[in-house]
């Protein structure tokens, strides 16, 4: 399901007809996005292949950033499959297929870091934070604002 999809308060009827919408220069998608509207959409690489759906959106408190999309990948009607925290800065919104675009294929999404439902990791360590960001190639946002 999409973010348009799931718009109960009509936060992105503006958005239908504006330029951004269209290709325009404003960047992709609506600038502001309720967070629960993305729980459940699906992330596709560039060729297209469907890499899974987004489970949760961390949040980094201190800041108010959007740090971490969980994305559960894998695995068939939910079982065995596995989770994985995937760098905010790391995902482009697809607002033609509604949907996130993640440039990796399903290969190194199978050998990236992951965790099982119930054991989570410390996303608050640093050390777990720079392995992730290391493995998609991205750089954490500077937490002093």
């Known amino acids: 399901m999409n973010y348009e999809n ?3 308060l009509g936060m992105y009827k503006s958005f239908q007809n504006s330029p951004s919408s269209l290709g ?6 609506p600038h502001l996005m309720g967070a ?8 596709a690489n560039k060729l297209g292949e469907n890499l899974g759906d987004i489970k949760e959106i961390m949040l980094d408190m201190r ?3 959007v740090s971490y ?3 559960e990948f894998g695995g068939f009607l939910g079982l065995g499959s596995k989770l994985f925290a995937v760098p905010w800065s790391a995902l482009t919104l697809d607002t033609i297929e509604k949907r996130f675009v993640l440039d990796a294929n399903k290969e190194l999404l199978e ?3 992951g965790f099982e439902k119930d ?3 410390d996303m608050a360590d640093a050390m777990w934070e720079k ?14 604002l």
Request: hydrophobic content about 25%.
């Open 6 to 8: 799931r718009d109960h």
């Open 24 to 29: 325009g220069d404003d960047g992709p998608g």
């Open 36 to 43: 629960e509207t993305l729980i459940g959409n699906s992330v």
């Open 63 to 65: 800041t108010g950033r």
């Open 69 to 71: 999309a969980v994305l």
């Open 111 to 113: 050998n990236a870091p």
């Open 119 to 121: 054991n989570w990791p």
């Open 131 to 144: 392995d992730i960001h290391d493995f998609y190639g991205t750089q954490p946002y500077n937490r002093t």
